[in-house]
């Protein structure tokens, strides 16, 4: 029985990847229901609600498809910036993404960028927590549409990513605290 389940479903999951009406009708309502949402945000945005916009969601090529990502993860990791602050959560959440701002740059600073990512590389779990933000943070940045609702639904990969810089930032520590505290003598001879 759970064989023929499994060949039911093997069969309905390939006329569903190559039935060119269902694709067709599928990807016209996801254009049409981004493109109605868009249109709505920015015909009622006033200046006093804390709604945004992204600069080419309706656009689907590739450039417009990477404008968007980039263009999202911003919104989900880096925004509300403080002029954007209409009310004070949102303005509480401004300081908490200029803080991590500043943390982003300072680990950039200490460890370059190349450094930045092979710390990241050499751990399996902090590799998973990038690749976790990377691919969910621009999907929360895309859907949200205002700063209250982006304040919620970021909390999942908020936290994975906070963590995942505090462990950078205390493995820089360390590597500071180490250079700091060994000592050379000029007099000892290193052997080759």
């Known amino acids: 029985m759970n064989i023929l389940l499994i060949i039911i479903g093997i069969t309905a999951f390939q006329y569903a990847i190559h039935s060119t009406n269902l694709n067709d009708i599928v990807s016209e309502n996801i254009i049409n229901g981004a493109q ?13 609600t804390s709604a945004y916009t992204i600069p080419g969601a309706t656009n689907f090529s590739p450039a417009g498809i990477i404008l968007s990502y980039f ?6 990791l880096f925004r509300p910036y403080f002029w954007e602050a209409k009310k004070p959560l949102v303005a509480a959440n401004a300081l908490e993404s200029f ?3 500043l943390l982003i740059l300072y680990l950039f600073y200490k460890t370059g960028i ?8 050499k751990n399996p779990v902090l590799l998973f927590a990038l690749l976790f933000t ?8 895309f859907v949200s549409f205002n700063f209250g609702t982006l304040s919620r639904y970021k ?8 963590t995942y810089l505090l ?8 590597n500071a605290t180490i ?5 050379i003598d000029p007099k000892v001879q290193i052997a080759s």
Do not use: E, M, W
């Open 71 to 76: 263009s999202s993860l911003n919104i989900t």
């Open 167 to 174: 462990v950078l930032y205390a493995h820089v520590k360390d």
């Open 114 to 121: 190349t450094g930045f990512f092979k710390l990241t590389f």
């Open 134 to 141: 990377l691919l969910l943070a621009p999907l929360i940045g």
């Open 99 to 101: 803080i991590i701002l």
């Open 36 to 48: 109605s949402i868009q249109t709505n945000q920015q015909a009622t945005d006033d200046g006093t």
């Open 179 to 183: 250079k700091k505290n060994v000592k």
């Open 155 to 162: 909390l999942p990969i908020v936290s994975i990513f906070y």
